[in-house]
């Protein structure tokens, strides 16, 4: 039996969607196998790779960062934005953390809070706690 597989990566610009830059990229696996005797048989498969977190939450994060930042409006937010690209330093930090918690009713941990750089990575650790505190019914 022979088998061959390839893949394919493509990356798309920016999208703008109810003025939030989302990035859209896909990804098509083609897989093919077959006997001596037989035709080859062809399965495609595709996705996107995106922010795990909901728009409304990362859409809830830019809020949150532009009010502690004190961000013009015309200032450009998406989930790869770094808190540092903004001026942000620790204690602004915190701030956004706090602010977070407050918003979405969780506790974030100093050690995970110590992680978060990107409006990706506090939307995405949101989505995590949110789901959390729902599964543990609290």
């Known amino acids: 039996m022979a088998s061959v597989s390839a893949s394919c990566l493509r990356f798309q610009p920016l999208l703008r969607q109810s003025n939030q830059a989302v990035q859209v990229s896909s990804l098509k696996l083609v897989s093919a196998s077959w006997l001596k005797s037989g035709f080859p048989s062809l399965r495609a498969t595709r996705f996107r790779v995106s922010c795990a977190a909901k728009p409304e939450t990362v859409q809830k994060v ?53 992680n978060i750089t990107t409006v990706k990575e506090a939307a995405d650790l949101i989505e995590k706690l949110v789901q959390k505190k729902a599964e543990s019914g609290a």
């Open 62 to 114: 830019c809020d949150i960062v532009r009010k502690q930042l004190v961000l013009s409006p015309e200032t450009q937010l998406t989930p790869e934005t770094k808190f540092s690209e903004l001026g942000a330093d620790s204690l602004d930090t915190v701030e956004i953390v706090m602010g977070l918690e407050e918003e979405f009713d969780i506790n974030v941990e100093e050690e995970s809070s110590q």
